[in-house]
């Protein structure tokens, strides 16, 4: 498994990390299982959300009432929880009160006295940074917080908060999948008049910004077709790319969920990948992905597969 040392932390962490949205209805035995597997395959990165599960903090609190980790266990885990949405609502908070109170809720429900990172949960249109830098560093005073990201957030969205956060900004999980790309693709046709690959959706290149920036990109969806409109792996809607897909899986004797998540892996911005499955198989098999070495032109023919123009 391929690391990664999270920018300006200590944290070294797997390239794939394991998203534990969907475990809320999963027994111990099956938590455990997908764990497990997870670990075996040098997985030890588990990202959660205030919001994930039946009711708040659901999947947070089956996570740690499955596993019963012990502190030495606790310890050899990363932990990454998310906040910010308002299920209810819907809708988005950012106050040091929702911070403060939903950071609280988790550590509580992860029975846990620390957050290894904490990403703001998407963008919050009426966001006061002054607000967010307070609870920041009330959070990380308290030793309740050891780093913070965001997710699905911007370039202005994060220079925003940076003028008034003190500590870095280390993630930014954003959807990314072979077939969902336009943080990369958008670049790839940039300036071409009639085409829409190249209109900038982004808010001005997510991707180069981050790597310049030293932020650590969390691709969420690896394997969605779109925004939750089913996976594009063995899916008949997108048979050219299939073909491709199986083609270098058996080449590298690998599944193809393999390939799928090397085909992120292998930019160089270091992308982590988050998978969402349940299924410890899917998990192993994602895991060979982690440093499958692509070739340019293997990556490209991936993409111009999954639909993108290469000019």
Not at 257 to 268: S, V
């Amino acid at each position: 498994m391929k690391t990664v040392t999270m920018p300006n932390t200590e944290i070294v962490a797997p390239n794939i990390l394991l998203g534990l949205m969907r475990i809320a209805d999963k027994t111990d035995d099956e938590v455990r299982d997908l764990v497990r597997t997870a670990r075996d395959a040098g997985i030890d990165f588990v990202d959660h959300a205030d919001v994930y599960g039946n009711d708040l903090h659901g999947c947070e609190r089956r996570f740690a009432e499955a596993m019963q980790l012990s502190p030495s266990e606790r310890d050899a885990i990363t932990i990454q929880t998310k906040a910010g949405i308002v299920g209810s609502g819907p809708y988005f908070d950012f106050s040091y009160e929702h911070l403060i109170e939903a950071v609280n809720g988790s550590l509580d429900a992860l029975q846990t006295d620390r957050i290894d990172i904490l990403l703001l949960h998407r963008p919050d249109a009426l966001v006061e940074p002054e607000e967010v830098a307070r609870a920041f560093d009330e959070l990380e005073a308290a030793g309740k917080v050891r780093a913070f990201g965001v997710s699905n957030h911007t370039p202005r969205q994060i220079d925003l908060l940076k003028r008034y956060v003190q500590q870095p900004i280390v993630a930014n999980q954003v959807q990314l999948s072979m077939t969902h790309a336009p943080l990369v693709a958008q670049g790839v046709a940039a300036n071409m008049l009639g085409e829409q690959q190249s209109i900038t959706l982004d808010g001005g290149g997510i991707v180069d910004y981050c790597r310049l920036h030293d932020i650590t990109l969390q691709a969420w969806s690896p394997f969605q077709a779109g925004f939750f409109t089913g996976v594009f792996l063995g899916s008949p809607e997108y048979p050219e790319l299939n073909a491709v897909i199986d083609r270098l899986a058996a080449q590298y004797d690998v599944p193809p969920i393999a390939i799928a998540t090397a085909w992120i892996t292998r930019h160089p911005a270091q992308i982590q990948v988050v998978l969402g499955t349940t299924s410890p198989d899917r998990v192993a098999g994602a895991a060979l992905g982690s440093n499958l070495p692509l070739t340019r032109p293997e990556w490209y023919e991936l993409f111009r597969a999954a639909g993108h123009l290469v000019p």
